[in-house]
């Protein structure tokens, strides 16, 4: 043993408390405990080039039939496993903010060779209704997360005219109807600001592409150079 040196002491698991003996600052899987590394199911290759959907080699049946012109790429740290469907549960509807660094962290590790730099990142909003029953936008929070391990500026370019009702609760081709003309540029945004400008878009889950298909098409609209989507599961 080296003298000074002592084994790190148990620290909570950041999704469960269960004690992990790791370093502050070691990598975020080692900071996890083993039951909730065996529930989350990191995506590695083969991914659907796309949307990141894990198995799929190419771009995947899915994206051919709906492709989404105007969102060049999606990448995904983990699939949507019921540990990670319960995960994001706790963190969206019964306040686990706390869950936001780790969840950040594991998107970091992964985009840092899948995506390509942004000059922004931007997220998804949520409708004001939601904001205010919610308190918090969980993609927005993740958004800042990532931007600050980055060094990357984090906009509000969209805005939600309209709201939604959750799209776990619709079909394939109602959640694909259901986005049409939802979102809008912020009004903060001058004309001409995101000409040639390539944007990353965050949220928690890509499920069919839908929503972060229609941020990306009003953003194409506006100028922007590409838009690529960075989420936690897919």
């Not at 962290?105 to 904001?131: F, G, N, Q, T, W």
């Not at 906009?155 to 394939?172: E, F, G």
């Amino acid at each position: 043993m080296i003298r000074g040196w002592r084994f790190p002491l148990p620290r909570g698991c950041p999704f469960c408390d269960t004690p992990v003996r790791s370093l502050p600052w070691a990598p975020v899987w080692k900071r996890i405990c083993p039951h909730c590394c065996d529930g989350f199911s990191p995506i590695a290759p083969p991914y659907c080039r796309r949307c990141g959907r894990a198995g799929r080699e190419g771009i995947c049946p899915d994206c051919r039939s709906h492709p989404y012109p105007e969102l060049i790429q999606n990448c995904s740290a983990v699939s949507y496993t019921p540990h990670t469907r319960e995960v994001i549960r706790l963190y969206k509807y019964l306040g686990r903010e706390r869950f936001a660094r780790p969840m950040g962290e594991m998107m970091v590790s992964v985009a840092a060779c899948r995506v390509r730099k942004p000059d922004v990142i931007s997220y998804v909003p949520l409708h004001p209704s939601r904001l205010v029953e919610r308190g918090f936008n969980q993609s927005e929070q993740l958004a800042r997360f990532i931007g600050k391990k980055w060094g990357v500026p984090v906009v509000s370019l969209l805005v939600r005219s309209s709201p939604t009702r959750p799209q776990s609760q619709r079909s394939r081709a109602e959640r694909l109807q259901s986005m049409e003309g939802v979102f809008e540029l912020h009004p903060s945004i001058p004309v001409g600001k995101l000409v040639a400008v390539n944007i990353l878009l965050v949220d928690d889950v890509y499920t069919t592409g839908a929503t972060l298909g229609a941020c990306a098409r009003v953003l194409v609209q506006a100028g922007c150079n590409s838009v690529r989507s960075l989420t936690f599961a897919r």
